[in-house]
T-cell receptor
Framework: EPEVTQTPSHQVTQMGQEVILRCVPI?????FYWYRQILGQKVEFLVSFYNNEISEKSEIFDDQFSVERPDGSNFTLKIRSTKLEDSAMYFC???????????FGNGTRLTVT | AQKVTQAQTEISVVEKEDVTLDCVYE???????LFWYKQPPSGELVFLIR??????QNEISGRYSWNFQKSTSSFNFTITASQVVDSAVYFCALSEARGNFNKFYFGSGTKLNVKP
């Protein structure tokens, strides 16, 4: 069964550094999402992306965050200048249509020191 | 206000016991979708089930069953004869249409501990 792939599985970075989290959604999916989960807490929506543009973003997704689908297969989340509170598990998800379940990747654990 | 409420933060049961995880949602939409996801200790989020708002039939899949009641805005999940492998955090989610996509709202999760 096709799956969403995220790399790296774990990223450690220093405060103030830029990080790029990478995702390869399922190939025929059209809707893309990033969620994050601070350890032991709920799954929080960051941003949704459809038709090469952001559909909606949460208040967490401030100017330090950006997303890109550079080549039709990858879907990246960039954090420009990381803060300690950005430490979390970041999940990429995709769906074929609006009503299908989200298919999640295995996540990237980001640790900001 | 929370769109999805999972009031049970953590539940512990002994293997072979039945356990029900509660989920209450809030929406004004007539068309919406409800989901359950499982997050085992390894951390991935695994889709379990989707129901749409027009289908109130309960569903059974092996030891898992789901009870959708629109009258009480609830979508509860029961595991029959629980096993240690069922130990995980379970998330209930609601999906509503928003423009050209659907927005998903997750509950805060219920951690299920199944002891041998």
């Amino acid at each position: 069964e096709p799956e969403v792939t995220q790399t790296p599985s774990h990223q450690v970075t220093q405060m103030g550094q830029e990080v790029i989290l990478r995702c390869v959604p399922i190939s025929n999916h059209l809707y893309f999402y990033w969620y994050r989960q601070i350890l032991g807490q709920k799954v929080e929506f960051l941003v949704s992306f459809y038709n090469n543009e952001i559909s909606e973003k949460s208040e967490i997704f401030d100017d330090q965050f950006s997303v890109e689908r550079p080549d039709g297969s990858n879907f990246t989340l960039k954090i420009r200048s990381t803060k300690l509170e950005d430490s979390a598990m970041y999940f990429c998800a995709s769906t074929w249509d609006r009503v299908s379940p989200l298919h999640f990747g295995n996540g990237t654990r980001l640790t900001v020191t | 206000a929370q769109k999805v409420t999972q009031a049970q933060t953590e539940i512990s049961v002994v293997e072979k016991e039945d356990v029900t995880l509660d989920c209450v949602y809030e929406t004004r939409d007539t068309t919406y979708y409800l989901f359950w996801y499982k997050q085992p200790p390894s951390g991935e989020l695994v889709f379990l089930i989707r129901r749409n708002s027009f289908d109130e039939q309960n569903e059974i899949s092996g030891r898992y069953s789901w009870n959708f009641q629109k009258s009480t805005s609830s979508f509860n999940f029961t595991i029959t004869a629980s096993q240690v492998v069922d130990s995980a955090v379970y998330f209930c989610a609601l999906s509503e249409a928003r423009g050209n996509f659907n927005k998903f709202y997750f509950g805060s999760g219920t951690k299920l501990n199944v002891k041998p």
